[in-house]
């Protein structure tokens, strides 16, 4: 049992890692379209896709018969992806890759604790405790040294930062401020009612699945929409070519954190699963900004960081050993 639960926080940190690779890989994609709602399409078909191929290997469509007997609400976990993905893409040239990774384990932690306090979406309740608060606060206090730690580690030379990306002042970004947080909070509550979803039907691929097309569904009415009011451009599919192969992992990250996350919230609860991924995000973007990864910008792994992802890692394990 004991080597079951640390195989569960083993995945929860390795699919946090996806996360990191996943924000970063999706601008490529945006460059390549041309406009970040088409992107997002894009890349959530592409996950959508392999997660149709694979339910298929596995058997598991036989369970899609089941969506008419499913409480409705339960099919709505796909619309928190197109909302987290374009988030991203937005967010990243406007606030920085760093203001926008602290702003979604924000919205991460606080809405698992609302989840796993308040026994909300099926998850199961845990009373208020004070290690559970602490490590919260050790999350929040660990990615806001990282944050400062990052915009003070620029190096000079080619393939780093822009002054934009730099800019500390967030005056006036308050709009964006919120989205950043809205998004990440809408993460575990996507993986909470996918894991209803699975008592619904029984068969986690086909779950994932019906998240994703709703996923697709979504943010293609909302590209429609855009692009006939003029508000976005059409996507152009000519820049793909030029795409670097690693711009398509995005989808296969997407499809992975979704199926993983709403398998283990039912067995670790959403804190613990949030306070992993967000380690493991944490981790990954300080090695993606460190070597400058994915063509971002390359951030030197001073002392402060790594300060902060220490934080972020004692807060980590106070939420599971509290729990």
């Known amino acids: ?5 640390l195989a569960f926080l083993a995945s929860a940190l390795l699919v946090g890692t996806l996360l990191a690779v996943q924000a970063s890989v999706n601008l490529q994609l945006n460059r390549a379209v041309g406009t970040p709602y088409g992107a997002s399409t894009l890349q959530l078909s592409v996950a959508a896709g392999l997660l149709a191929v ?34 991203g893409i937005l967010l990243i040239p406007r606030l920085g890759a760093v203001t926008t990774v602290g702003l979604w384990v924000t ?5 698992s604790l609302v989840l796993d306090l308040g026994g909300h979406l099926g998850v199961k309740r845990v009373p208020p405790n004070l290690l559970v608060v602490v ?6 206090v660990g990615i806001s040294v990282v944050v400062r730690g990052q915009n003070r580690a620029i190096k000079a030379g080619p393939g780093t930062a822009t002054p934009a990306d730099t800019r500390p002042a967030l005056s006036g970004q308050t709009g964006w401020l919120v989205l950043g947080v809205v998004a990440g909070g809408v993460l575990p509550v996507q993986g909470a009612v996918n894991a209803e979803l699975r008592g619904d039907l029984g068969a986690p691929f086909a779950v994932a699945l019906i998240s994703f097309a709703v996923a697709v569904a979504a943010i293609a009415v909302v590209l429609a929409v855009l692009v006939a009011a003029g ?10 070519r030029g795409m670097p192969w690693w711009g398509w992992l995005g989808g296969a990250c997407a499809a992975a954190y979704v199926t993983v996350t709403f398998l283990l919230i039912p067995e670790i609860g959403a804190a613990t699963t949030v306070a ?28 402060a960081r790594l300060a ?8 980590s394990v106070l939420v599971q050993i509290a729990k």
């Not at 049992?1 to 639960?5: E, F, S």
């Not at 007997?69 to 928190?80: E, I, N, R, V």
């Not at 490590?135 to 929040?140: D, P």
Request: no cysteine; glycine share 16%; charged share 10%.
């Open 1 to 5: 049992m004991a080597g079951m639960y």
């Open 54 to 87: 694979v339910a298929v290997v596995t058997g598991s469509l036989g369970a899609l018969g089941g969506i008419g007997d499913a409480t409705w609400w339960h099919l709505l976990g796909g619309l928190a992806s197109p909302l987290y993905i374009t988030s």
């Open 107 to 111: 919205g991460q932690m606080l809405a």
């Open 135 to 140: 490590g919260a606060a050790a999350v929040v």
């Open 231 to 240: 508000r976005t451009p059409k996507p152009g599919f000519d820049g793909l």
């Open 276 to 303: 992993f991924t967000v380690t493991g995000q944490q981790l990954a973007s300080a090695l993606i900004d460190h070597h400058g990864l994915f063509r971002l910008p390359r951030r030197r792994l001073t002392t």
């Open 308 to 315: 902060g992802v220490a934080l972020l890692i004692a807060g």
